[in-house]
């Protein structure tokens, strides 16, 4: 059931902008600060395979770890693709995690529009961080960042 | 005869050129060549040619491999042919004609003919070989054709090479071998290099005209395809994978153009719809069926991309890179699911699963073919996304074709799953006979539920286990999660129970609220199913309060628990009730104290307001609600007697953290610091810091390891952990309790005596218990009871002895409840009275502190006792009042022990101290009517004055001093001072010298008073006087004075000798010189005479008393010439006198004072006292020890070590010992009388003062 529900997807993303249909960041302590994507009836699925794509995050992590964490490139590029989905993965410094599920079909992405997509979320959280009513840890509520996100989103149709 | 090379493909192995002979019609030659062919076809690729490359691409060195065909003219390419492969590169003319003659008749006709054909197709790659053997030379030595001619000959046309003697092994052989093969791969290679390069060209040309209609990628591919082949051919397999990934990519764009919209004709035959699934196919490295088709134009979409990724594995295999296969296959597969989706390519319903399906088993086995166990198993990372991928399809189509169902397939899954297999065609045969072909698996898991399920299953554990061994493990869970959906469709809960519950564990822990609500929702049909009543429970009453569900979901799984808990009242009767955790079921948010201190006495209520969050979406009656209680034995309030009412580090209301919800991952409610200042105050001093510091209360719950299993305050998440509950503790309850839908307050009340901990919190709905299972922070509160406590204080800092003083009495009620008629008795003490007045106010305070009445108390005073009646007063409070009581000031003086002296002397020093402690504390007792034991009350007065009396002597007449120092703080008016002799029996007359009038003495002043003594008669040995005055405070206004009495006692009084002394300049000067020596005459005169009641040692020798004179000179300003102690005999008669003389040398300039003369009685040793020759009176006696005298008197010996008598002091010292010895006893103050005292002499300056320094060195 799932299967066809994906394929549904599918047909239609073809019509959709060229963006993001899924943005995560995930807390150091691996839960989710900030979790939206769309279409809603898929949240479910989203969050299961952001989840699962952590496995690749710690991996990709781990293994730069050993040789310079320091000169570490934050953007981790491709964690997991998928029939349906391309999930990219970005980590900061302080092990703060972003996470952009792009559609598989949506080709005309390039490596370098979703770099710049991982610039400004990073951006974006750094002004959340410096707001001194921001407790850090606390899931992200705040308004301008959901904005610049759903700026980045693809347009629910 | 002439020769080709050329190469074939793909009939023969790839990677090598063939060259085969080719030989003229009616000529010897193809005989020569044969000859030749196998060790030219050995030495040919022998070397290495560097080959360089056009477009700047880096040379490279390669080995030249050929295919040797013999010359016909159709195989000569014509115009416009494409094909590379072959393509004739080289065309090699062999002859081993050295003969002119046979030269002249056929060799060069021949040869010319066949350079016409060659012209007349434009090749001009060609070169003549002239093979020479000695034999051919013996034979004909006549006809010989000069070698070089004929060389020549050749030259003339185009080019030739030697090669002599090649089939014999001679230096000359093997030298020429060499030179021709180098020559032979140069020509090749350049002929090649040449013909490559206009094949680019042409390929390039082609593709710019891909936009043009009516090109064809289906065309192009073939072309540049052939250039794959060819490196391929040359083992250059990186620029022939090269060819094929451009070919790739082309066509990608392609389709990604069609996409949005830019088709283009070629691309409509990818477009029709696939009727055949049958995989990829990597056994083969061509596979000619495919490339017929995709040569034909009738290939479709799965096709090429199954031919074109056959090709690239291959080569990517012969590169030894099968790890990039695997990545690329993945790719690959999604990316088709992609492009049929955007080419809109209609398919059978699952035929695209069973094609990836077997694509991805077919890569894998691939994989497994050309790699060992070792490295596949440190690769797993690359192929376990196959393995997951293929596990996945299976799934879909096991799914799809109705295998997962407890009941089996339906007709219309069946029928589905006859095409599926149609699809499949026939399997190839290379897999025919192998056992366990991706083909074979996927047509027998569909061929039966049974099957289906052991292949996914297989699969499935396969890819959890490769999951796992990396790390990867949620991704391990999420197979593991889909498993568990099987297994619960296959009617199989126990075996999904355990996977739903490392999934669940995870999502908790790592803290994401849908995937748990999902998982738990899954968890609850599961437990249900297993009749796992407590745990269905727990997960029901999770559910019901996860704010991810709808309200439907939520209220049906609060239902499931009300159902429960009612119906097994019902029938079960007597069955243990569920305990399940509270904190799924509501959270303690806030608890209340009134009193905010927590603090009670017995006999008034502690309440205990509980905010209770309900996290149940509807209403829920509670049978009850009770928290169970601790009491501490340690701080057993009932025998806390000095325990009052104490403030708590809460100030009534305690704050639970928020309890994680399921929505909050529990490491973001990680609980944050409580943290504390501690102060370390010094014991002696509470003004002074000893340290101070920041202490984290919480440091148990802030350093937990995050990873480690749940805490045991969250046990419910995942699965119920057993609550257990506290038996047979004390309980707070609160009975039928409706718990609606958020905040609730419950109020407990509790009266008990003791310190209690709360414990726990249980809510009882029926058969169900929600069990708080700790209450954190630590909560206590007390029910205390109290002694009653009596404490008498002085008002202010000091009480003083004398004046009355005001004393604060504090009652404390505690448990005991002061009557009418209850009375305070206090033992009467003679020292210390108390003032009393009829009444006195008091005030009666409550626990906290505040004024809540006043009252007048009745004190009733009799000889004994004084009574104070009590007002009534409630238990628990305190009752004031203040008492005036005044400390006598004891009129016979202390005379303190130590004053005298161990050895029986008193010690003669003229000041006496009235009382070296100058407090006083009297006990008093008081009967409490509480109790029968008397409370002893103790207050410590400080006597105000200090006196000090001195006697003063001027000849015979004697005076005395009395200094009355005020140690107080405070200021008294003074007067009437008197002296007065205590027995009144001589004839003593003490004339005041003082004044009359009032007199202020300021705190720490003194005041001194001064009386003249006159006697008539003989002045008495002792004499006892009293020192009397009146004081009052000075801050009083109405003055009342207060008596003082100061009694003290003098010896001796009488002035026995005078000392005069006198000092003389040197004979014949004025005046005394620093430096030059002068006489001291001094003169003592007996002025008593000597009573015979003096003293047991002088009582002896009534004729004359010895006396011991010493000029000791304390300011350093003498020096003492000679003796500077002799002994003098004094006759008893009065008026004896005695003069000595002595030298000193003064060793200033100026008004020198006169050095110190002593007396004192000299005691000779009682054993030879008779025989001590001492007529003269003056016995050198520099060695008497003054050592015997009592060691306190050391100031006094200090000074007679003046500079004349050190030596000897210090060495009579060893001989005095064991001898009996003289003893010195000085004089009492006042018994003689010095006349020079205080003189002073004058001393001028040396008159020559270098002979001054001379004598003084």
Same mark, same amino acid.
């Given at each position: 059931?799932?299967?066809?529900?994906?394929?549904?997807?599918?047909?239609?993303?073809?019509?959709?902008?060229?963006?993001?249909?899924?943005?995560?960041?995930?807390?150091?302590?691996?839960?989710?600060?900030?979790?939206?994507?769309?279409?809603?009836?898929?949240?479910?699925?989203?969050?299961?395979?952001?989840?699962?794509?952590?496995?690749?995050?710690?991996?990709?992590?781990?293994?730069?770890?050993?040789?310079?964490?320091?000169?570490?490139?934050?953007?981790?590029?491709?964690?997991?693709?998928?029939?349906?989905?391309?999930?990219?993965?970005?980590?900061?410094?302080?092990?703060?995690?972003?996470?952009?599920?792009?559609?598989?079909?949506?080709?005309?992405?390039?490596?370098?529009?979703?770099?710049?997509?991982?610039?400004?979320?990073?951006?974006?959280?750094?002004?959340?961080?410096?707001?001194?009513?921001?407790?850090?840890?606390?899931?992200?509520?705040?308004?301008?960042?959901?904005?610049?996100?759903?700026?980045?989103?693809?347009?629910?149709? | 005869?002439?020769?080709?090379?050329?190469?074939?493909?793909?009939?023969?192995?790839?990677?090598?050129?063939?060259?085969?002979?080719?030989?003229?019609?009616?000529?010897?030659?193809?005989?020569?060549?044969?000859?030749?062919?196998?060790?030219?076809?050995?030495?040919?690729?022998?070397?290495?040619?560097?080959?360089?490359?056009?477009?700047?691409?880096?040379?490279?060195?390669?080995?030249?491999?050929?295919?040797?065909?013999?010359?016909?003219?159709?195989?000569?390419?014509?115009? $416009?042919?494409?094909?590379?492969?072959?393509?004739?590169?080289?065309?090699?003319?062999?002859?081993?004609?050295?003969?002119?003659?046979?030269?002249?008749?056929?060799?060069?006709?021949?040869?010319?003919?066949?350079?016409?054909?060659?012209?007349?197709?434009?090749?001009?790659?060609?070169?003549?070989?002239?093979?020479?053997?000695?034999?051919?030379?013996?034979?004909?030595?006549?006809?010989?054709?000069?070698?070089?001619?004929?060389?020549?000959?050749?030259?003339?046309?185009?080019?030739?090479?030697?090669?002599?003697?090649?089939?014999?092994?001679?230096?000359?052989?093997?030298?020429?071998?060499?030179?021709?093969?180098?020559?032979?791969?140069?020509?090749?290679?350049?002929?090649?290099?040449?013909?490559?390069?206009?094949?680019?060209?042409?390929?390039?040309?082609?593709?710019?005209?891909?936009? /043009?209609?009516?090109?064809?990628?289906?065309?192009?591919?073939?072309?540049?395809?052939?250039?794959?082949?060819?490196?391929?051919?040359?083992?250059?397999?990186?620029?022939?994978?090269?060819?094929?990934?451009?070919?790739?990519?082309?066509?990608?764009?392609?389709? @990604?153009?069609?996409?949005?919209?830019?088709?283009?004709?070629?691309?409509?035959?990818?477009?029709?719809?696939?009727?055949?699934?049958?995989?990829?196919?990597?056994?083969?490295?061509?596979?000619?069926?495919?490339?017929?088709?995709?040569?034909?134009?009738?290939?479709?979409?799965?096709?090429?991309?199954?031919?074109?990724?056959?090709?690239?594995?291959?080569?990517?295999?012969?590169?030894?890179?099968?790890?990039?296969?695997?990545?690329?296959?993945?790719?690959?597969?999604?990316?088709?699911?992609?492009?049929?989706?955007?080419?809109?390519?209609?398919?059978?319903?699952?035929?695209?699963?069973?094609?990836?399906?077997?694509?991805?088993?077919?890569?894998?086995?691939?994989?497994?073919?050309?790699?060992?166990?070792?490295?596949?198993?440190?690769?797993?990372?690359?192929?376990?996304?196959?393995?997951?991928?293929?596990?996945?399809?299976?799934?879909?189509?096991?799914?799809?074709?109705?295998?997962?169902?407890?009941?089996?397939?339906?007709?219309?899954?069946?029928?589905?799953?006859?095409?599926?297999?149609?699809?499949?065609?026939?399997?190839?045969?290379?897999?025919?006979?192998?056992?366990?072909?991706?083909?074979?698996?996927?047509?027998?898991?569909?061929?039966?539920?049974?099957?289906?399920?052991?292949?996914?299953?297989?699969?499935?554990?396969?890819?959890?286990?490769?999951?796992?061994?990396?790390?990867?493990?949620?991704?391990?869970?999420?197979?593991?999660?889909?498993?568990?959906?099987?297994?619960?469709?296959?009617?199989?809960?126990?075996?999904?129970?355990?996977?739903?519950?490392?999934?669940?564990?995870?999502?908790?822990?790592?803290?994401?609220?849908?995937?748990?609500?999902?998982?738990?929702?899954?968890?609850?049909?599961?437990?249900?199913?297993?009749?796992?009543?407590?745990?269905?429970?727990?997960?029901?009453? @999770?559910?019901?309060?996860?704010?991810?569900?709808?309200?439907?979901?939520?209220?049906?799984?609060?239902?499931?628990?009300?159902?429960?808990?009612?119906?097994?009242?019902?029938?079960?009767?007597?069955?243990?009730?569920?305990?399940?955790?509270?904190?799924?079921?509501?959270?303690?948010?806030?608890?209340?104290?009134?009193?905010?201190?927590?603090?009670?006495?017995?006999?008034?209520?502690?309440?205990?307001?509980?905010?209770?969050?309900?996290?149940?979406?509807?209403?829920?009656?509670?049978?009850?609600?009770?928290?169970?209680?601790?009491?501490?034995?340690?701080?057993?309030?009932?025998?806390?007697?000095?325990?009052?009412?104490?403030?708590?580090?809460?100030?009534?209301?305690?704050?639970?953290?928020?309890?994680?919800?399921?929505?909050?991952?529990?490491?973001?409610?990680?609980?944050?610091?409580?943290?504390?200042?501690?102060?370390?105050?010094?014991?002696?001093?509470?003004?002074?810091?000893?340290?101070?510091?920041? +202490?984290?209360?919480?440091?148990?719950?802030?350093?937990?390891?995050?990873?480690?299993?749940?805490?045991?305050?969250?046990?419910?998440?995942?699965?119920?952990?057993?609550?257990?509950?506290?038996?047979?503790?004390?309980?707070?309850?609160?009975?039928?309790?409706?718990?609606?839908?958020?905040?609730?307050?419950?109020?407990?009340?509790?009266?008990?005596?003791?310190?209690?901990?709360?414990?726990?919190?249980?809510?009882?709905?029926?058969?169900?218990?929600?069990?708080?299972?700790?209450?954190?922070?630590?909560?206590?509160?007390?029910?205390?009871?109290?002694?009653?406590?009596?404490?008498?204080?002085?008002?202010?800092?000091?009480?003083?002895?004398?004046?009355?003083?005001?004393?604060?009495?504090?009652?404390?009620? $505690?448990?005991?409840?002061?009557?009418?008629?209850?009375?305070?008795?206090?033992?009467?003490?003679?020292?210390?009275?108390?003032?009393?007045?009829?009444?006195?106010?008091?005030?009666?305070?409550?626990?906290?502190?505040?004024?809540?009445?006043?009252?007048?108390?009745?004190? /009733?005073?009799?000889?004994?006792?004084?009574?104070?009646?009590?007002?009534?007063?409630?238990?628990?409070?305190?009752?004031?009042?203040?008492?005036?009581?005044?400390?006598?000031?004891?009129?016979?003086?202390?005379?303190?022990?130590?004053?005298?002296?161990?050895?029986?002397?008193?010690?003669?020093?003229?000041?006496?101290?009235?009382?070296?402690?100058?407090?006083?504390?009297?006990?008093?007792?008081?009967?409490?009517?509480?109790?029968?034991?008397?409370?002893?009350?103790?207050?410590?007065?400080?006597?105000?004055?200090?006196?000090?009396?001195?006697?003063?002597?001027?000849?015979?007449?004697?005076?005395?001093?009395?200094?009355?120092?005020?140690?107080?703080?405070?200021?008294?008016?003074?007067?009437?001072?008197?002296?007065?002799?205590?027995?009144?029996?001589?004839?003593?007359?003490?004339?005041?010298?003082?004044?009359?009038?009032?007199?202020?003495?300021?705190?720490?002043?003194?005041?001194?008073?001064?009386?003249?003594?006159?006697?008539?008669?003989?002045?008495?040995?002792?004499?006892?006087?009293?020192?009397?005055?009146?004081?009052?405070?000075?801050?009083?206004?109405?003055?009342?004075?207060?008596?003082?009495?100061?009694?003290?006692?003098?010896?001796?009084?009488?002035?026995?000798?005078?000392?005069?002394?006198?000092?003389?300049?040197?004979?014949?000067? /004025?005046?005394?010189?620093?430096?030059?020596?002068?006489?001291?005459?001094?003169?003592?005169?007996?002025?008593?005479?000597?009573?015979?009641?003096?003293?047991?040692?002088?009582?002896?020798?009534?004729?004359?008393?010895?006396?011991?004179?010493?000029?000791?000179?304390?300011?350093?300003?003498?020096?003492?010439?000679?003796?500077?102690?002799?002994?003098?005999?004094?006759?008893?008669?009065?008026?004896?006198?005695?003069?000595?003389?002595?030298?000193?040398?003064?060793?200033?300039?100026?008004?020198?004072?006169?050095?110190?003369?002593?007396?004192?009685?000299?005691?000779?040793?009682?054993?030879?006292?008779?025989?001590?020759?001492?007529?003269?009176?003056?016995?050198?006696?520099?060695?008497?020890? @003054?050592?015997?005298?009592?060691?306190?008197?050391?100031?006094?010996?200090?000074?007679?070590?003046?500079?004349?008598?050190?030596?000897?002091?210090?060495?009579?010292?060893?001989?005095?010992?064991?001898?009996?010895?003289?003893?010195?006893?000085?004089?009492?103050?006042? /018994?003689?009388?010095?006349?020079?005292?205080?003189?002073?002499?004058? +001393?001028?300056?040396?008159?020559?003062?270098?002979?001054?320094?001379?004598?003084?060195?």
């Amino acid at each position: 059931m799932e299967h066809t529900q994906s394929r549904d997807a599918c047909w239609h993303s073809r019509h959709h902008s060229k963006m993001a249909v899924c943005i995560a960041v995930i807390a150091k302590e691996n839960y989710p600060l900030y979790i939206r994507s769309v279409p809603v009836q898929n949240e479910l699925k989203f969050h299961y395979t952001v989840h699962t794509s952590l496995d690749v995050v710690e991996e990709k992590i781990s293994a730069v770890g050993k040789a310079m964490a320091d000169q570490r490139e934050l953007y981790l590029g491709l964690l997991y693709p998928t029939e349906d989905y391309k999930v990219y993965g970005y980590v900061t410094n302080s092990k703060v995690k972003f996470v952009i599920v792009v559609d598989s079909s949506n080709t005309s992405l390039r490596d370098n529009e979703i770099r710049s997509m991982f610039r400004k979320l990073h951006n974006s959280f750094t002004d959340v961080m410096c707001n001194p009513f921001y407790n850090p840890g606390d899931t992200i509520q705040s308004k301008a960042f959901d904005s610049m996100v759903s700026a980045m989103m693809v347009q629910a149709s | 005869g002439s020769l080709s090379l050329s190469s074939f493909l793909p009939s023969l192995p790839p990677s090598s050129f063939l060259i085969s002979p080719v030989s003229p019609p009616g000529a010897g030659d193809q005989a020569l060549f044969t000859s030749l062919y196998t060790p030219l076809a050995q030495q040919l690729p022998r070397e290495p040619m560097e080959w360089r490359r056009s477009y700047g691409r880096a040379p490279k060195m390669i080995h030249l491999e050929a295919n040797f065909v013999q010359f016909k003219e159709e195989l000569l390419p014509k115009e $416009g042919n494409k094909a590379l492969l072959t393509f004739p590169f080289l065309h090699i003319y062999w002859t081993d004609c050295c003969d002119t003659e046979v030269y002249k008749a056929s060799v060069r006709d021949n040869m010319m003919r066949w350079q016409g054909k060659l012209r007349l197709h434009g090749s001009a790659d060609w070169v003549i070989v002239v093979v020479e053997t000695s034999d051919a030379k013996k034979k004909n030595k006549t006809n010989i054709l000069p070698r070089s001619s004929l060389v020549d000959k050749i030259h003339q046309i185009k080019i030739c090479v030697v090669l002599s003697d090649p089939l014999q092994d001679s230096s000359r052989s093997q030298e020429s071998w060499s030179a021709f093969l180098l020559k032979l791969r140069t020509l090749l290679l350049m002929s090649f290099t040449q013909n490559l390069g206009r094949f680019e060209d042409d390929m390039r040309t082609l593709r710019e005209k891909r936009n /043009q209609p009516g090109w064809s990628f289906c065309d192009y591919f073939m072309v540049q395809e052939e250039l794959a082949f060819v490196f391929e051919m040359l083992q250059q397999f990186e620029e022939a994978l090269l060819q094929y990934d451009e070919l790739d990519a082309l066509f990608t764009q392609y389709v @990604l153009n069609f996409g949005a919209g830019d088709g283009v004709n070629w691309l409509g035959s990818f477009c029709s719809p696939v009727k055949s699934w049958t995989g990829l196919l990597l056994r083969r490295p061509i596979d000619m069926e495919k490339r017929d088709g995709i040569q034909r134009g009738q290939a479709s979409l799965l096709e090429l991309r199954s031919y074109l990724f056959c090709r690239q594995c291959t080569l990517l295999i012969f590169l030894q890179r099968p790890w990039e296969v695997t990545q690329r296959a993945l790719e690959l597969l999604h990316n088709c699911v992609q492009e049929l989706c955007l080419l809109e390519v209609s398919m059978l319903e699952g035929a695209l699963d069973c094609w990836v399906f077997l694509s991805c088993l077919e890569v894998l086995h691939r994989i497994e073919g050309c790699c060992d166990q070792a490295q596949l198993e440190a690769n797993v990372s690359h192929t376990v996304g196959l393995w997951a991928y293929a596990t996945d399809k299976l799934k879909s189509l096991g799914y799809m074709c109705g295998l997962v169902s407890e009941k089996g397939p339906l007709s219309l899954e069946l029928n589905r799953t006859v095409d599926l297999l149609a699809g499949l065609g026939d399997e190839k045969a290379e897999t025919v006979h192998s056992l366990q072909s991706p083909y074979k698996k996927l047509k027998e898991a569909l061929s039966s539920v049974e099957a289906f399920e052991r292949h996914y299953l297989e699969l499935s554990h396969a890819a959890v286990e490769m999951y796992r061994a990396i790390g990867r493990m949620r991704s391990a869970q999420l197979i593991g999660k889909s498993l568990a959906e099987f297994y619960m469709r296959k009617g199989d809960p126990e075996l999904a129970e355990s996977f739903l519950q490392n999934a669940l564990r995870s999502y908790v822990s790592e803290g994401w609220s849908l995937p748990v609500t999902h998982t738990r929702k899954q968890m609850a049909e599961c437990q249900k199913l297993l009749g796992k009543t407590e745990n269905y429970l727990q997960t029901s009453a @999770l559910l019901a309060g996860d704010a991810n569900l709808t309200d439907e979901e939520r209220i049906h799984f609060c239902q499931e628990i009300l159902t429960f808990a009612n119906q097994s009242t019902d029938s079960k009767g007597k069955q243990p009730k569920v305990a399940l955790s509270m904190s799924s079921f509501a959270q303690l948010k806030q608890l209340q104290f009134r009193p905010a201190t927590a603090t009670v006495h017995s006999g008034t209520a502690l309440q205990v307001e509980l905010c209770l969050l309900s996290l149940m979406p509807v209403a829920v009656p509670l049978e009850q609600l009770a928290a169970s209680v601790h009491l501490n034995l340690e701080q057993g309030g009932t025998n806390g007697k000095t325990r009052g009412p104490q403030s708590r580090p809460y100030p009534g209301t305690v704050l639970f953290p928020l309890a994680n919800s399921s929505g909050m991952p529990p490491s973001a409610a990680c609980p944050s610091l409580e943290l504390e200042e501690i102060q370390d105050r010094s014991p002696l001093d509470p003004h002074t810091l000893n340290s101070t510091g920041m +202490v984290c209360k919480n440091t148990h719950l802030v350093m937990r390891r995050h990873d480690s299993s749940p805490s045991p305050d969250t046990p419910n998440l995942v699965s119920p952990v057993p609550v257990v509950m506290d038996d047979g503790a004390k309980v707070l309850m609160s009975g039928d309790v409706t718990l609606l839908p958020g905040n609730n307050s419950i109020v407990f009340s509790s009266q008990e005596l003791g310190t209690y901990t709360l414990r726990q919190l249980c809510a009882t709905v029926g058969q169900v218990q929600f069990v708080l299972p700790h209450i954190s922070p630590l909560v206590q509160y007390e029910v205390y009871s109290q002694e009653p406590q009596l404490t008498v204080e002085p008002l202010t800092d000091q009480l003083l002895a004398g004046l009355p003083q005001r004393a604060k009495v504090r009652l404390q009620t $505690g448990h005991y409840t002061v009557k009418k008629g209850d009375a305070l008795q206090l033992t009467n003490i003679d020292s210390m009275p108390v003032l009393t007045s009829s009444s006195c106010p008091a005030t009666i305070l409550n626990s906290t502190a505040e004024h809540v009445g006043e009252s007048v108390l009745f004190i /009733q005073s009799s000889e004994k006792v004084t009574c104070i009646s009590l007002p009534p007063t409630p238990p628990y409070h305190t009752l004031e009042f203040q008492l005036e009581v005044l400390c006598v000031i004891p009129s016979d003086p202390v005379w303190p022990e130590n004053q005298r002296l161990t050895n029986g002397e008193i010690r003669h020093r003229n000041i006496f101290c009235h009382c070296l402690c100058h407090c006083l504390c009297p006990q008093m007792s008081i009967d409490c009517p509480w109790s029968i034991y008397s409370t002893p009350i103790s207050l410590t007065f400080y006597i105000p004055f200090k006196a000090k009396h001195s006697l003063l002597s001027a000849g015979n007449r004697k005076y005395i001093q009395v200094c009355l120092q005020n140690v107080s703080d405070v200021n008294f008016h003074l007067m009437d001072q008197r002296l007065t002799e205590k027995h009144q029996e001589s004839s003593l007359e003490l004339q005041s010298l003082n004044t009359k009038a009032q007199q202020l003495v300021c705190s720490k002043q003194s005041v001194y008073c001064v009386w003249d003594v006159r006697w008539k008669e003989n002045m008495p040995l002792c004499l006892q006087c009293v020192f009397s005055a009146s004081f009052s405070s000075a801050s009083e206004e109405v003055s009342s004075f207060k008596p003082y009495h100061y009694e003290f006692q003098l010896e001796r009084v009488t002035t026995l000798y005078s000392v005069r002394a006198e000092i003389m300049p040197a004979a014949g000067e /004025q005046n005394c010189h620093s430096g030059s020596l002068c006489g001291l005459e001094m003169s003592i005169t007996r002025l008593a005479e000597p009573e015979d009641n003096e003293d047991d040692g002088e009582t002896e020798e009534v004729c004359s008393t010895k006396l011991m004179y010493e000029v000791a000179d304390s300011s350093n300003s003498w020096v003492v010439y000679g003796r500077s102690s002799g002994l003098v005999s004094m006759p008893a008669d009065a008026n004896a006198n005695h003069r000595v003389q002595v030298e000193l040398m003064p060793l200033f300039a100026g008004h020198l004072p006169f050095p110190d003369i002593k007396v004192f009685k000299y005691l000779p040793p009682s054993a030879n006292s008779t025989s001590q020759p001492d007529t003269d009176g003056c016995v050198e006696n520099d060695t008497l020890s @003054l050592l015997d005298r009592p060691l306190d008197d050391q100031g006094d010996t200090a000074s007679i070590r003046s500079r004349g008598s050190v030596h000897s002091v210090g060495s009579g010292e060893q001989q005095s010992r064991g001898l009996p010895m003289p003893r010195l006893e000085p004089f009492n103050p006042g /018994q003689v009388f010095n006349h020079s005292q205080g003189c002073q002499v004058l +001393v001028l300056p040396s008159t020559d003062d270098h002979v001054l320094e001379i004598n003084a060195t």
